[in-house]
């Protein structure tokens, strides 16, 4: 598969087919720099399924919201206005997406896949005895309560599929769901699978360098069903009431 590179936006098109849908994909931490490769597996696989990609390249700040503001604006002049777009996110990118400036409305749902939603202390331990020395800003902004309270409060997508992976010892999915679930008509689903944090990012690079001989099917097969979980649960969820 050709990926192509749009400013910050890596995107792929479906190979032989019409596209059926969008998939716009933020990643988490380190890993979202380079979605192409670091998701590769699960976002070609996303594509097989006649969806076309479109993978937002940054470096995560403090500044959740102005990075998932600037998120949404690249994903709103990208999208060709035909195609039904569905927001997936990984670890940190599931919280940009809660945190987008149209409050969930322009998508038709959201899969979070190992939400994430601690504090910069605990993400970035040095802080906590070297931010107040410094002067560093030493939280996220908005904190993680702060986040858990405006989604609440604010976001109105009903359709959203929480993915989390039995080994993720760092997964807030369930705390995520129960704010959800407290709005009216939410539709919000919690499925668990087997994996860990990492489960999504599987690039193939063993594949890459050595050739399919030394990969591992398994591998490929889970993160085959993961793609094919979501598109089903997307097209169950489609026809759900807004």
Same mark, same amino acid.
């Given at each position: 598969m050709s990926w192509r590179q749009r400013g910050s936006l890596w995107m792929l098109e479906p190979r032989g087919q019409a596209a059926k849908g969008v998939i716009q994909f933020i990643g988490g931490s380190y890993l979202a720099a380079t979605p192409q490769l670091s998701y590769?597996?699960?976002?070609?696989?996303?594509?097989?399924?006649?969806?076309?990609?479109?993978?937002? *390249?940054?470096?995560?700040?403090?500044?959740?919201?102005?990075?998932?503001?600037?998120?949404?604006?690249?994903?709103?002049?990208?999208?060709?206005? *035909?195609?039904?777009?569905?927001?997936?996110?990984? *670890?940190?990118?599931?919280?940009?997406?809660?945190?987008?400036?149209?409050?969930?409305?322009?998508? *038709?749902?959201?899969?979070?896949?190992?939400?994430?939603?601690?504090?910069?202390?605990?993400?970035?331990?040095?802080?906590?005895e070297l931010g107040p020395r410094l002067g560093i800003q030493s939280e996220f902004s908005p904190s993680p309560s702060e986040t858990l309270r405006l989604v609440g409060a604010n976001y109105r997508q009903p359709r959203n599929l929480l993915v989390r992976f039995n080994r993720d010892g760092i997964d807030q999915s369930r705390r995520l769901q129960a704010v959800l679930q407290e709005r009216p008509s939410d539709h919000t689903q919690l499925l668990e699978l087997p994996g860990d944090h990492l489960t999504p990012a599987s690039a193939g690079l063993r594949q890459n360098l050595l050739g399919s001989w030394a990969d591992d099917p398994s591998r490929q097969?889970?993160?085959?069903?993961?793609?094919?979980t979501i598109c089903r649960w997307w097209s169950q969820a489609a026809r759900q009431p807004a």
């Open positions: 590769r597996r699960l976002l070609e696989a996303l594509a097989r399924q006649g969806l076309e990609i479109h993978a937002w *390249s940054y470096v995560p700040g403090f500044d959740h919201q102005t990075q998932a503001n600037e998120a949404w604006r690249l994903f709103r002049t990208a999208r060709p206005e *035909s195609l039904a777009a569905l927001r997936l996110g990984h *670890s940190l990118g599931c919280k940009l997406h809660l945190l987008a400036p149209d409050n969930g409305r322009g998508c *038709s749902g959201l899969a979070a896949l190992s939400f994430n939603n601690f504090s910069a202390e605990r993400s970035v331990p040095l802080l906590a097969r889970q993160i085959d069903a993961l793609a094919e």
